[in-house]
């Protein structure tokens, strides 16, 4: 499709959820979140050629929150392989992102690697195998993004660090179980600092355009994932990545996503591009109301799905 049309239908689709700016909340368990503005609205498509297109305040950066547990399972895939299977499963939850429930009953394996417990855990496996995971993690994401100016949001990771109780949680649990390896607050401080990473939505469409591209990424030309983790991956993308909404995201976009409760969405058309929106006003599942709109609309408006 050619750029000018993508443009067009972004355009519109700015235009189109304007409405809804207003009628979700801002996630406010996290205190430094709960200080942004709900009115707000960017969408950025990066195509598997090379191109950007994007609507709103792209320049807009915000903290990526649970977008960063695709790079760290990504990151731990890399390392690990099918083993990690060992450790998190790879079922949808059908419960809120921050449960403790299944924990228990399931014996310290989460549900999947997208919910938090799942995400910590394979931080946990992460971290075991970095020997500065925060500085790995930023620096993947500078490389992949194109921008080596790419930061924390110290006051975010502070702030989630400090009302980090159920989190902490779930950690301690999974120990108890024995599926954890590293000191609880030491893993809680890098997972913290990978949510609190800033970035665009040109920037984040761009870091995960290896998701469209069979796993590997277009401006370097390096592979990420195997052409079959890469498949993987977008597969649990789809039946997990918005926790307890995901087959409403599923049954209304048709494509793999991944949200953040700062309001950041993206999603994956194989063979095409990423798309990243954000809008920080949440539904009660903790995902973005115009983002989760933006992406129907924009699988109405140009026909597509993965199906
Ligand atoms: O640990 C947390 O609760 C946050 N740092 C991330 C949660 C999140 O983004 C859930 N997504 N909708």
């Given at each position: ?9 972004l355009d519109?689709i700015a235009h189109?959820v304007r409405?809804?700016l ?14 942004v503005s709900a009115e707000q609205f960017s969408i950025a498509i990066y ?5 950007t297109i994007c609507a709103g305040d792209c320049s807009k950066r915000f903290?990526i ?133 800033e970035l665009n939505c040109i920037e984040l469409a ?56 700062s309001g950041t969405i993206l ?8 798309v990243a929106v954000y809008s920080p006003g ?6 973005s109301?115009a983002g989760?709109?933006a992406l129907?609309?924009l ?9």
């Amino acid at each position: 499709m050619p750029t000018a049309d993508y443009q067009t239908v972004l355009d519109e689709i700015a235009h189109e959820v304007r409405p809804l700016l207003t009628q979700g909340k801002v996630a406010d368990y996290i205190p430094a979140l709960a200080e942004v503005s709900a009115e707000q609205f960017s969408i950025a498509i990066y195509t598997t050629e090379g191109e950007t297109i994007c609507a709103g305040d792209c320049s807009k950066r915000f903290t990526i929150q649970s977008v960063s547990k695709v790079m760290t399972l990504t990151m731990a895939l890399q390392r690990y392989g099918d083993e990690l299977w060992q450790r998190v499963g790879k079922e949808p939850s059908g419960t809120a992102f921050n449960s403790l429930t299944q924990l228990e009953f399931e014996k310290g394996v989460p549900r999947n690697p997208f919910i938090n417990a799942g995400a910590i855990v394979t931080c946990d496996a992460l971290y075991s195998r970095l020997s500065a995971p925060r500085h790995s993690m930023l620096e993947t994401f500078r490389l992949l993004a194109g921008n080596s100016g790419i930061i924390i949001d110290k006051k975010v990771a502070n702030s989630e660090y400090e009302f980090r109780h159920r989190n902490a949680a779930m950690a301690h649990l999974m120990k108890s179980f024995g599926n954890f390896e590293n000191d609880v607050d030491d893993v809680l401080w890098s997972y913290f600092n990978f949510c609190a990473i800033e970035l665009n939505c040109i920037e984040l469409a761009k870091a995960y355009n290896f998701l469209a591209n069979k796993g590997v990424d277009y401006s370097s030309g390096k592979r990420v994932l195997s052409s079959r983790q890469n498949k993987q991956l977008n597969s649990l993308l789809f039946t997990s990545g918005l926790y307890d909404a995901a087959g409403d995201f599923g049954y209304r976009v048709g494509m793999p996503g991944k949200s953040g409760v700062s309001g950041t969405i993206l999603a994956v058309l194989p063979g095409k591009f990423t798309v990243a929106v954000y809008s920080p006003g949440l539904n009660v599942f903790g995902n973005s109301v115009a983002g989760i709109a933006a992406l129907e609309l924009l699988s109405k408006k140009l026909d597509i799905s993965i199906f």
